[in-house]
T-cell receptor, first 114, second 111 residues
């Protein structure tokens, strides 16, 4: 099993360009998440999808959109990139049984916006 | 709002014991998790506490005091490979899918 995969691994954009970050999981999890991680800021939730067909805003949703394409795939779109969106983006998935909501993370996408 | 406080950096000697503290102020509380992240890598789940007390998993233990809104991660017999960042994270409710993460503690293990 590959777990959670993300593409691309690295990306450089110019201000105003758009792009879509792809995420897929093969663990048959219902829930998926997008986080951004900035130095000294920990992980901040952008959007999440509790189950196929639903999406909800997290802590920092402005400037982003998401699509839960099917149970496996959850994409994050930047419509008009800004330098403030330079960050490392992590996708995660989980199955909400038990108490921990243990989340499994992908390897991340390192995005630079010039 | 939600806030979690943990030290930004900790240094410890190989073979020693280190404790990483986490205090939280959240609008609801269901449980406290810990994640490990090596430089350039993805976070990975370490442990979870929902009830007061100590949970042990090999060299790692995690403690929770709900009345004090406080928890800690204890790493014993430190190894060089334990050098990483450690994040505490709160789940606020049984129906909540969200985890709120602390800013992380960078642990450096020195020979």
């Amino acid at each position: 099993n590959a777990g959670v995969t993300q593409t691309p691994k690295f990306q450089v954009l110019k201000t105003g360009q758009s792009m879509t970050l792809q995420c897929a999981q093969d663990m048959n999890h219902n829930s998926m998440y997008w986080y951004r991680q900035d130095p000294g800021m920990g992980l901040r939730l952008i959007y999440y999808s509790a189950s196929e067909g639903t999406t909800d805003k997290g802590e920092v949703p402005n400037g982003y959109n998401v699509s839960r394409l099917n149970k496996r795939e959850f994409s994050l779109r930047l419509e008009s990139a800004a330098p403030s969106q330079t960050s490392v983006y992590f996708c995660a998935s989980s199955e909400l049984r038990g108490g921990s909501n243990e989340q499994f993370f992908g390897p991340g996408t390192r995005l630079t916006v010039l | 709002g939600q806030s979690l406080e943990q030290p930004s950096e900790v240094t410890a000697v190989e073979g020693a014991i280190v404790q990483i503290n986490c205090t939280y102020q959240t609008s609801g509380f269901y449980g406290l998790s810990w994640y490990q992240q090596h430089d350039g890598g993805a976070p990975t789940f370490l442990s979870y506490n929902a009830l007061d007390g100590l949970e042990e998993t090999g060299r790692f233990s995690s403690f929770l005091s709900r009345s004090d809104s406080y928890g800690y991660l204890l790493l014993q017999e430190l190894q060089m490979k334990d050098s990483a960042s450690y994040f505490c994270a709160v789940r606020s409710g049984a129906g909540s899918y969200q985890l709120t993460f602390g800013k992380g503690t960078k642990l450096s293990v020195i020979p």
